[in-house]
């Protein structure tokens, strides 16, 4: 018996001392120079939908990287994920903008060296460091894809059709109306209500003083009566519309895409007072264990090819430029549709969602922060 | 341990030599002399449990809902403070919120005792031996299946285009229009928690002699007098002891309130479950919040248990 106990501890600690070489690669204090062997594993926290067998497969197969994927429904469950067991436990997540600040401050995310990433250079400008995964110069992470918030209707039971956002806070839809149940959405308010009262002076809907901030909150009381549902994840929303029971309601272009597959009569459209959107970022774990497989997954999921795969299969927009020609190639005319050709101008159109901080950017303190936003949030739709 | 398991001759006693069986013998003549050892023996591993795992998990609940949440990085800060509770009592939007709870649950617990009496005393005292054996298969068929499905179920039942305003416009009524509402909660509530409301009060009206029904009769109490005077108060803690679950188990729902609730159903359990393991990661006061309804049971078990509901279970 004794003997055999030995045999267990030798091979336990070999097995441990293999690890320590592997964990430690990751951990050095620079940037890595260059990406070494693979870990022949790699474990991702994912949108559903992200890791794909179409795109994941070929990985697998080129680099020996097994992946092992987690799928959050939430941003908060992304960043509570990658906190949970002191982190470590994953390697990578793909963290849309109201959840990459709060990583990065929250120390769970390492900077990422962009030369090791050929295709970034391919990237628009907008999207190679974008203020939701860069900081002070720093790279955390990678841009993955983006989207705009859209204004979702039902064309038979919405009309005239809707060219405002003013559609879902007016009492003519009472009862039909959905949105999401996420604090960010403060931002859409701040956006509506910048357009719509000037007076109150907002520049950033993501940098709202006090009385900016208590003039969002009140719309969104005064909304609350009106809304049918706060919707949680995408899928809610699908059956919401699907049912009957929402007519309109603010949206993702991915969720239009199963309520048409559904034969629903929806159609979505930016309003006139433009709209929010959201980036999303694989950013690397402050403790991954498996950094030279995270870091080939960076070379590959940010090629054109990969790009235009993952963006006409989830219904959003590539970052890199040349995924164009592969888009239109993949299903004809989608670069167009997923505006993957427009001019740098339409992305600085888009307020991409970032996590609000009390730094408003003017060298004054006095914004709210993501704390405050979330408080006010839960508690106006409690 | 490794003693109280040779005490149970766990161990082979062929390999054992004279000294372990030496002392094996010792050690079950001690066992054999001092009761309390056997009976400390018996329930350390048990009561080790639970005080472990149950009521440790209660008291770090509670402690830390005394803590607070770094801004920044919310990262649990242990400096002691009242703040969480203030929040509470200082929010109207929370207090909204523990009072929709608290009146739902009680809403579906009356419903769940009207429906079920009738029913349960159905079963006691009218019913044959097969119907009532047919009747108990029917009460527990729903808790063979994942309360998910049933809730998702009605969810489909309730919504615009579902069964229920089919149905309704088919023979000619206007459509209810109820999904995602308040009153979708509570059916879905009464539905789902009638089984733990019929049980407990079946098992107090089988329980009452037939000889004290047939001595009421006997001194003149008719039907509604007999039911009033004798059925009632002996059935009423097997009533309480059902609310006890009915009443616990909405409290606690957060899952009901997420499917089938509207745009003002956030119950308290949807408040500990945003602010817990939602954006704001502030565990402290989703500790401070799920304290509540634990406050309120505790107000509730205490009334029940003056009124004799625990003699039932």
Redesign the interface.
Known sequence: MRRIRKVHVLVALSAVALCVPASGAGKASGLPSKIGKGEGKLTMIAWEGYLDAKWVKPFVKQTGCKVQAKYAGTSDEMVTLMRTGGGGQYDMVSASGDASLRLIYGKDVQPVNTNLVPSWKQFFKAFQSPPNNTVGGQHYGISLQWGPNTLLYNTKKVKPAPTSWSAIYSSKYKGRITVPNNPIQIADVALYLSKTQPSLGIKDPYELNQKQFNAAIALIKRQKPLIKKYWGLSSDEVSLFKNGDAWIGASWPVTTGSIQAAKVPVKEIIPKEGATGWLDTWMLSSKAKHPNCAYKWYGYISSPKVQALQATTYGETPVNKLACVEMNKLSKGSCHTYHADAPESYYRSIKFWKTPVADCGNGQKNCMDYRKWVNAWNQAVS | MGERLESGGLVAPARGGPPVQEARRRVSAAFWRHSWLRAVALLVPPLGWFLLLYVAALAVLFVSAFWSVD?????VVHVWNVDNFKQIVD?A??R??VARTVVIAALVTITDAVLAFPFAYYMARVAKRRTRALLFVLVLLPLWSSYLVRVYAW??IL????ILNWSLTKIGLPAA?I??SNTAMWVVFSYIWLPFMILPIYAALERIPNSFIEASRDLGGRGFRTFRSVILPLALPGVLAGSIFTFSLTLGDYITP?LV????S?FIG??VY??G??????LPFAAAFASIPLIVMAIYLALARRAGAFEAL
């Open positions: 801004v920044f990085t919310t990262k929010s939007a929370w909204r919120v969810k489909v919504a615009q285009d579902g229009n999904g995602y997420t609730g509207g745009a003002s956030t949807n408040v945003n602010t393991l939602g954006a704001s990661g502030d």
